[in-house]
């Protein structure tokens, strides 16, 4: 979820709830807010907000169902998880290629507190930013060329 997803507002109550039934549903629901973690965004490859995982003995499946505490409630007490495709095993969480992707997700993180640091803290305009990383890019693609 993201603080600022008016679809992540509207299932939170019934997320909430949710959680409070995960002791009696034997299963744990947390809850990931991808501003604070892009490396994980990033491992799970999440394009849409909110996005649900169900995962089981290392194995990742993507819920798609309705978002009521029934559905909920019913996806884990009924096994309808087990009807559910898992995750490819290349675009698995736990696959070395979406370790990579975590990597990238962090790696933008860091460009973007960069950029915010020169532009808020050194007061440089946004387009010498640009430039510097444009001019970056270059001289590493040449280093790593040579």
Not at 90 to 106: E, N, Q, R, V, Y
Request: charged share 20%; aromatic share 14%; glycine share 10%.
């Amino acid at each position: 979820y993201a603080p600022w997803c008016p679809a992540c507002k509207q299932i939170e109550l019934t997320w909430e709830s949710f959680g409070k039934e995960s002791e009696r549903l034997a299963v744990t629901v947390g809850k990931v807010d991808v501003t604070q973690e892009p490396g994980l965004s990033g491992r799970f490859f999440v394009t849409t907000l909110p996005t649900i995982y169900h995962a089981n003995d290392g194995v990742f499946r993507r819920y798609r169902g309705a978002r009521t505490l029934e559905d909920l409630q019913d996806y884990v007490l009924e096994r309808k998880w087990e009807a559910v495709e898992p995750v490819a095993g290349w675009k698995s969480p736990s696959s070395i290629m979406m370790h990579g992707m975590a990597g990238l997700f962090h790696f933008s993180g860091w460009i973007r507190q960069i950029h915010n640091y020169l532009t808020g803290t050194l007061g440089v305009h946004v387009w010498v930013s640009y430039a510097t990383f444009v001019l970056a890019t270059l001289l590493l693609g040449l280093l790593l060329g040579l």
